[in-house]
């Protein structure tokens, strides 16, 4: 089958997720085989440590040709392991999902909607009444994430009462275009992605989902948090200065190291 044939595309970033990877990669098939005959799961291995892409090649090597991995040397930043996923997508539509499924994939239902209703892209949303918080983070990290909301929505992203999210779908030309342009290699890669959406006329939606805090995040709560805020007054100073430019190729950095495919080429 070829790659151009493929209905959905999901891209799942994974920084030293051995242990989550394994279990959430048959939940994800599984959802996907339920829905779709014609799918492609690419996990994004951001320069683990340990065996998070040999536990992606076990399992697509055991009858899930539908599952690939793909890994570079050095750890880049979610946002760029989202954006290499992102641009080797071949589905015509793409979901990105934390490898913890915070957001069940049943939630996938929700955001496919709105993209068939005549948005570019959806996304999915802990803060609106309908959300469904099954497990809410620790006070710390609430109150974290409301200060940054409110300085994403002053700065970027007015009336966005969720950007951070890690559940989000795009139609294909949506994916090629914002993520082909987008600069931010860290956590607020998805206030750049939904800040150029804006700017270029796209139209999404936030969707309540139901969402499940993992006690496991890998985000910390001063030093990332920091990192964000520096990394909105970048994109602000990024679009004022006209550095923003839609391109077509994406070239992994500018290091000498290479992308790298791990499993073998099939047709799926």
Known sequence: MSPKNLEISVVVPAYNEEKRIAVSLPVIWNALAARFSRFEILVVDDGSSDRTSEKVMEFGD???????????????????????????????????????????????????????????????????????????????????????????????????????????????????????SSRIDGFSFDVEILFLARKRGMVFREVPVRWINSPESKVNPIGHSLQMIKEIFVIRWLYIFEKYEFRQTFQIGKESHTLVELTRQRNI
């Open 62 to 180: 055991s009858g899930h040709p539908e599952v690939r991995v793909i890994r570079y040397g050095a750890n880049r930043g979610k946002g760029y392991a989202v954006r290499t996923g992102m641009l080797a997508a071949q589905g015509e539509i793409v979901l990105f999902s934390d490898a913890d499924l915070s957001t069940p994939m049943e939630e996938l239902d929700k955001l496919k909607k709105v993209l068939d209703e005549g948005y570019d892209l959806a996304i999915g949303s802990r803060a609106l009444k309908e959300s469904q918080i099954e497990l809410r983070q620790p006070f710390y990290r609430v109150l974290m994430g409301k200060t940054f909301n409110k300085i994403v929505q002053l700065m970027a992203l007015p009336g966005v009462w969720d950007s951070q999210c890690g559940f989000k779908i795009f139609k294909r030309a949506a994916a090629k275009e914002l993520f082909g």
